[in-house]
């Protein structure tokens, strides 16, 4: 150690010694990081801040959503129209006065009620409409709901990757101020030159921009989420949770047989075909006879006796060339148009799974690589560089170079960790809920 001292010249030792304290906080800054921080490498927000975890954030919006409400009332709306169209049309009273001229007149007062009674089977076949559609819009609930959470969950890991962005790019703001101090001592003593602080500076004011974009970026998630909440979009979030991510264990073939089971898209369209098929039913029924059975009662003054009268009344279909028979081409053309729309559904919800879980796969890979491998590989760089460019070894674009590197090896771990979850919330949308196929062991 002294053979190495004794080669440098003694105007170059204070910008090594400089380097070298730089040096000793960046390893003892990473040995800190790594001892606080979870295997994912993330350093540890500010503790004033306060935490905002996954979970409570979808138990609020399940309750506040202004959207799964809406959703929630419609089905419910649906509900209560199946007994209305299963029920008899309302009876009629009917009140009148006679007089008929005759030898011996007859006058007095009428009374009685009426009924419209559809053909049977007509009633029964409008209910089951009713519960289809009932049915159709309860899914259409679950996959508002599924989609939402979805959204939020997306949100959410976006303003995890912000605010771990903003702890890399301020941890390396903190480096490059270091690194200028180095190149203006060596600049002094006449060991760098001038281009070097220049550089530098500028790459000091590219974090500043870097780190008000962002700002912008933290604000406008902070808005989004609010929104999805029900919340006002200046109302303060906090700081995401530490995030894992457990290994997707469910093959692709088990992904695709739970969507076509679960997929409350997937569903709601089936509902809506046994809905048309039933509208088909019910449209050929309609070139049967309604009933219409009226009961009066009549009084005679004249004689002080009372009769009554019994009618029963048909409708005929008589124009069932431009009506009932357009009616049941119309419900046929909606059969054919749900199946059709069930067939796009599928493979837009099989797309859907195929593309979302070549993403958990690709982003498994690439987290175990950045996090092994490149990651360590370009922190050793990084010291190496700073180690070098202390004796003249190395010059700054090498320095520099490094860091960049290594802030963007960090950023990328980051970014596949976040691309992982909101995959996976992707599939749990088109999947019909929580994958219950997540390996415990954490990332």
Known sequence: MKRFFSRIPSRALPVLALCLVDLASVSASGAQERTAAPMDGAAHPAQHEPRISVQSLVQELELANPEIKVARQRWEAAQAVV??????????LQFGYQ?????????????????????????RLKGEVAQREAERLEQEFLATKLRLVANLKEAYFTLHFVHKSSEIVEKNKALLIQFEKTAKARYSVGQAAQQDVFRAQVEISRVLDRLAVLEQQKESLHAAINRLLNRPPADPLGTPEEMRVPLLTLSLPELTRRAEAFSPILLASAKGIERSEQAVSLAQRQFYPDFDLNALG???????????QVMIGIKIPLFYETKQRQGVKEALAGLSGAREDLTATRQDILFQVKDAF???????????????????????????????????????????????????????????????????????????GPLAGKDEERR
């Open 83 to 92: 007994p209305q169209v299963q029920t008899l049309p309302d009876p009629k």
């Open 298 to 308: 009549t009084r005679n003054d004249r004689i002080n006796d009372n009769g009554y």
């Open 99 to 123: 007089r008929m001229p005759m030898v011996e007149p007859l006058q007095g007062a009428m009374y009685g009620v009426g009924q419209e009674i559809p053909f049977p089977g007509k009633l």
């Open 358 to 432: 070549v993403q958990t796969q690709r982003a498994e890979r690439l987290i175990t690589i950045l996090r092994d491998a490149i990651i360590p590989q370009s922190s050793l760089a990084l010291q190496s560089a700073q180690a070098g460019y202390a004796v003249g070894k190395v010059d700054f674009l090498t320095l520099l170079n490094s860091l960049l590197t290594l802030q963007e090896s960090q950023l990328e771990l980051h970014g596949e960790m976040v691309a992982h979850e909101k995959a996976v919330a992707r599939l749990e949308a088109v999947t019909g």
